[in-house]
């Protein structure tokens, strides 16, 4: 089931645009603009979980800064908002860092580095920085928790392609349809299909954490995102 036949002919027979109109390229367009508002507006919340994602990497001894890898096909794509940061300890287990700014930080970090018993992390665009810096290297000592934008979909793309579970398509339907009349100038129905869109964000908001309770009860391991 691809976007064009389960999505795309039928917003297409709903808002009245034919192909003269408008192309599969230009609904797609607008597809991707709803799309990435989602998931930007998802990831100002805790409590919804299809936008949260895991990076692990290796903690390497005298290295404080980790880059987070792009898309490399099995990751979800671009890092946009760090949740939380785990160090794998001597028991292999994983500790939960806390976050630092340098205001706020009881010792200076040269002190950190000598006497500080727990671990800092500081995240800035795409990297992680480890203080004090690790004196030893660990395999897959590293876990970083967090948000991320998705790479744009095609018509040609599966629906599962979208990354939005189905009871919340219905916010894709709203935002695609607004673009679509305001492009036709038939602003009374915008008007309404936008309204309708903001409300389905407010109550994707107020019902998200009771939906991720039902993922992960039925797909999921929890201890991932605390």
Not at 173 to 178: D, M, P
């Amino acid at each position: 089931m691809t976007i064009k036949t389960e999505f795309l002919d039928l917003i297409r027979e709903e808002t009245e645009i034919n192909l003269q109109q408008a192309s599969d390229e230009m609904l797609v367009k607008y597809l991707n603009f709803v799309r990435r508002d989602i998931f930007a507006f998802a990831s100002t919340f805790s409590g919804n979980h299809f936008t949260w994602n895991y990076w692990i990497t290796d903690l390497v001894a005298g290295q404080a800064e980790y880059t987070m890898a792009e898309y490399n096909g099995e990751a979800k794509y671009d890092m946009k908002r760090v949740l939380s940061v785990y160090r794998k300890n001597g028991s292999n287990e994983r500790d939960k860092l806390k976050s630092y700014d340098m205001e706020a930080l009881p010792h200076s970090l040269s002190e950190l580095e000598k006497n500080w018993p727990d671990f800092y992390f500081r995240a800035d665009t795409n990297s992680i920085f480890i203080y004090p810096i690790p004196t030893r290297t660990i395999p897959d000592g590293l876990k970083v928790v967090g948000s991320y934008i998705p790479r744009d979909v095609k018509a040609t793309d599966e629906m599962s392609e979208l990354l939005i579970p189905r009871e919340y398509e219905a916010l894709l339907w709203a935002g695609v349809a607004s673009w679509i009349y305001k492009y036709k100038k038939q602003y009374d129905e915008a008007n309404i299909a936008q309204q309708n869109y903001e409300n389905g964000k407010a109550k994707f908001k107020a019902t998200s954490w009771e939906q991720q309770k039902v993922h992960y009860a039925r797909d999921c391991d929890l201890s991932d995102f605390e």
